[in-house]
């Protein structure tokens, strides 16, 4: 999917700062961090202007943004436009990804309201595996 793409289906506007976030998050499947992400779309980029488009984007539900244990933030785009999400770390590497898939179900007492439910699963990947296997 290409951020003009994601622009038509949200029914958003493009801007340039919103183009280049977009295009960088789409790029990289693993999130990104602050300092990744703007690192990415150029030094012409205030930090005012690129907190507001991440904070635009989490609003229209286009970017969600994760706390890993450390404190470690990333943010990644939403493809599903869903709330439930299961996201994994790497506890060596400190890498992210986030599944496509649906978090499990959780039951609760009727009186609660869930607004959002993010599984976080830490262990290590596939990279940090092979490299300790053959060490």
Do not use: W
């Not at 012409?44 to 404190?71: E, M, S, W």
């Not at 009186?111 to 490299?131: A, L, R």
């Amino acid at each position: 999917m290409t951020a003009d793409e994601v622009f038509s289906r949200y029914g958003i506007r493009k801007t340039l700062i919103r183009s280049a976030i977009l295009t960088a998050l789409l790029e990289k499947h693993e999130g990104l961090t602050y300092a990744e992400l703007s690192g990415r779309i150029g030094k012409g980029n205030n930090k005012a202007n690129i907190q507001r488009a991440l904070n635009f984007f989490q609003i229209t539900g286009v970017v969600r943004k994760i706390v890993f244990a450390g404190p470690r933030l990333r943010y990644y785009y939403n493809e599903r436009k869903s709330n439930n999400h299961i996201y994994f770390t790497c506890e060596k590497c400190n890498s992210a990804y986030v599944f496509i898939s649906e978090a499990p179900v959780v039951c609760l007492p009727e009186s609660i309201k869930v607004i959002k439910i993010e599984f976080i699963v830490s262990g290590t990947c596939p990279c940090c595996n092979e490299n300790t296997t053959h060490q």
